[in-house]
């Protein structure tokens, strides 16, 4: 395990757990790329979700486990509690993340879950009917997309 890389991932989800977007943004190298089911971000722009999702989270609760670091890369395992803003819902989302680091820091960070669990969860019958869909992705996506320039806009 390298030490540093395990560092890194350890303040990136104990800042999580604080809802500290900034110490997040922190873990990210200047170049970093974040991919997962909603978004694709590169630059500052993975920091900045990081910023508005803790920014806009009034219960959110995560716990993470499972953090491995070795020669460059890392994993962990995280799952997130809250109510998702559009509709009032509540989520439990169930996450994997995979991890490359650059210069001590967070380089490419890839999170994986269930689309189809998450929207049913988050967006009610629109989910259940239409989670699995491209359409419906492609929706979500574009909100979020739009959500993320706005909060950057400031």
Known sequence: MTESDHAVLESFYQAF??????????????????RDE???????????MWRMLCAR???LRVEYRNLQADAG?????????????????????????EFEF?????YRHRDRFDFWRWSRQALGPVGVILGWTPLLRTKVRAQARKGLDAFRAG
Request: with cysteine.
């Open 17 to 34: 757990q604080r809802r500290d977007g900034d110490a997040m943004a922190a873990c990210y190298h200047p170049e970093a790329e974040f």
């Open 38 to 48: 909603v978004f694709e971000l590169r630059g500052s722009e993975p920091g900045d």
């Open 57 to 59: 989270a009034k219960d």
């Open 73 to 97: 890369r890392g994993r962990a395992h995280w799952e997130a509690w809250y109510t998702f803003s559009t509709t009032g819902r509540k989520v439990h989302n169930i996450i994997d993340a």
């Open 102 to 106: 650059k210069d001590g820091r967070i």
